[in-house]
């Protein structure tokens, strides 16, 4: 079966050419916004044309030729746009790293890239890159974003970009213009490398006009208002935020406002008071745990209030989900209710927010409702760094929860007889990085880069049900897919992580990380002492409590998917570990290699009980 999203909606082009004609047709004061000092200050639109122009020319000055790769090594700022544009409109190749990245694995992606120069935020990512420059032969240049030299580092942003200005004349200007507008759209732009959930990473070779389509059919699917305003704080080393988050808005001209890191998200969304915001899931299960936390800990009145308002929401909620409109009583609740309740959630994300966008992994169904009806529109999308990235995504005139939306114009869509997902458009890779096997395995004869998700049609609507290679099946030969009751469970407030474990053997089980603070609240109120939390855990009345909470939460699974015994871990999963990748996907090989010895004693009781 075969859904296409539609007849392409552009012609082939190019980053540059948007980039050009991005800043000629949106002459904004505030095209980036930069918190100095606890206040945010404007970088205009004719500000960032000319520091991009003069890093490009100082880039060249370096020696540094058209197709060499240069990586990025930073946290979110506007210097990592100004790298990146500068890099397109030289015809370099950039390579983005994750700024959680350990040394060890930067270098790899380094070496593996043949990277000729670095751009790094600060000396933190200078000393990793500085542990193992050695075994990069190919590196010559690291410049670093920070205002004055450090150890490290073998010169500044600004002194780069007085090299180019200094060498900026009128005919210098025009060869630059004319040279970055020779660029094809099927020149490579990135490379960008994958997580890495079952293997080492793969190069992402993704060209101008893969990124540049996406970009082009975003800016169609999903309305802006032109004078929206988008924090960002998810990695630009993320093709979602790369995309959507970078090339669109600047795109559509969408002021980027840049959150001061990731701790400082509540405070910034306060400030800049956003119209759009792109996150993971992540973000959302944390925001639905903060609000149930508020509601449970108040007194009886406001709890009783909280889950009227809930109530009264989720009603109307179906009715406008179904394509109705909500009338008489309902509607006149429904407005108390966010007077009341939802009213609050809506300040908290500075007032004037139009849609929250979500990518990256899939969001628990409840969650994405609980949204919704709050008045809090979660758009949910779907796609892979292979992809450029969006192959499907949920739009304000098509929209379905529980899917992640219909098929992207211009992409076609298959799923094999297996259940994957296999999509073909001019967004697909040209392939991985000096991996030619492993490009040959993921696009077939055909054309079709298989996902390696599983997933369905439902009336136009795609849904996804889990990865193909993290089904999973027992020895009794029942497959699960544990995504879908990990997200479950993790809706619940006293648990912060959970994997569900059980392929090859008898039956599932669960590893939990609980949510801490709930769970200290709940040990305090019944009196329990202990000194760490190791303690805490090991204790029966605790163990009980948490598999009350699971049990409780999947009630409505099926007998065989049922997890039959629950082991509590005391610290969350980590990208520092391997436990995470930078996009916060859990590694399942590591957990189940890292937490061997707990998981082997859930099993060694073949009766186990729930």
């Not at 039959?564 to 005391?570: N, Q, S």
Request: glycine share 8%; charged share 25%.
């Amino acid at each position: 079966m075969i859904s296409s999203g539609g007849p392409r909606g552009s012609e082939p082009g190019t980053l540059t050419r948007l980039f050009f004609d991005a800043l000629a047709r949106h002459d904004k004061p505030d095209a980036l916004q930069v918190k100095v000092q606890g206040v945010y200050q404007p970088i205009s639109s004719r500000t960032l044309g000319e520091r991009v122009r003069r890093l490009a020319l100082g880039l060249q000055e370096l020696g540094i030729q058209p197709g060499d790769r240069v990586a990025i090594f930073s946290e979110n700022r506007p210097e990592w746009a100004i790298a990146d544009y500068a890099c397109l409109t030289a015809s370099l190749a950039d390579v983005p790293l994750y700024p959680n990245l350990p040394a060890e694995q930067a270098c790899y992606i380094l070496r593996d890239s043949g990277s000729v120069a670095v751009f790094v935020s600060d000396e933190k990512q200078a000393a990793k890159v500085a542990a193992a420059r050695g075994s990069v032969p190919s590196l010559r240049h690291v410049i670093t974003f920070a205002s004055a030299p450090h150890e490290g580092a073998d010169f500044t942003l600004a002194e780069l970009e007085a090299r180019g200005a200094a060498v900026d004349d009128e005919a210098r200007r025009a060869r630059y213009r004319e040279h970055a507008l020779s660029v094809k759209p099927d020149d490579l732009a990135t490379i960008i490398y994958t997580s890495g959930t079952t293997g080492e990473p793969k190069g992402v070779m993704l060209t101008h006009d893969n990124l540049y389509s996406n970009t082009m059919t975003s800016a169609v699917q999903i309305p802006f208002a032109g004078k929206d305003v988008c924090l960002s704080f998810l990695p630009l080393s993320h093709i979602f935020e790369r995309m959507a988050g970078h090339y669109l808005m600047l795109h559509v001209g969408c002021s980027i406002a840049y959150a001061e890191s990731m701790d400082t998200v509540p405070v910034d969304m306060q400030i800049v008071r956003p119209t759009i915001v792109l996150s993971v899931p992540r973000l959302y299960e944390k925001m639905y745990a903060r609000v149930l936390e508020n509601a449970l800990s108040g007194g009886a009145i406001k709890k009783r209030i909280f889950f009227w308002a809930r109530g009264v929401a989720e009603r109307w909620a179906d009715v406008k989900l179904a394509g109705g409109t909500p009338r008489g009583l309902l509607a006149l609740k429904y407005r108390l209710a966010q007077r009341l309740v939802f009213s609050k959630l809506q300040a908290r994300t500075g007032g004037r927010l139009r849609y929250f966008v979500s990518g990256g992994a899939p969001l628990a169904p409840d969650i994405n409702k609980f949204f919704y009806a709050a008045g809090l529109v979660i758009l949910e999308g779907y796609g892979l760094t292979e992809t450029s990235p969006v192959i499907a995504v949920n739009v304000p005139s098509a929209f379905r929860i529980g899917t992640v939306g219909k098929i992207f114009p211009g992409v076609e869509v298959t799923i094999a007889p297996d259940g994957e997902i296999l999509a073909r458009g001019p967004n697909i890779m040209k392939g991985y990085y000096n991996k030619p096997e492993a490009t040959r395995e993921a696009i077939d004869a055909d054309g079709w880069f298989h996902t390696g998700d599983i997933g369905e049609l439902r009336d136009g609507f795609l849904a996804i049900t889990d990865r193909k290679k993290e089904i999973i099946v027992t020895a009794g030969g029942k497959k699960i897919a544990p995504q879908p009751i990990e997200n479950t469970l993790k809706t619940n407030k006293y648990i912060s992580q959970a994997v569900l474990i059980g392929d090859k053997r008898k039956f599932p089980a669960v590893l939990v990380v609980p949510n801490w603070e709930q769970l200290e609240k709940w040990a305090k109120i019944k009196n329990l002492l202990w000194t760490d939390r190791a303690q805490l855990l090991a204790m029966p009345i605790v163990h009980a409590k948490i598999e009350k909470e699971v049990f409780g939460k999947l009630q409505n699974l099926a007998k065989f998917e049922m997890p039959k015994k629950v082991a509590l871990l005391e610290h969350d999963f980590s990208v520092e570990r391997g436990e995470l990748t930078p996009t916060l996907k859990v590694k399942r090989r590591v957990i189940d290699k890292a937490y061997h010895d707990v998981i082997a004693q859930l099993y060694e009781d073949s009766s186990a009980a729930a």
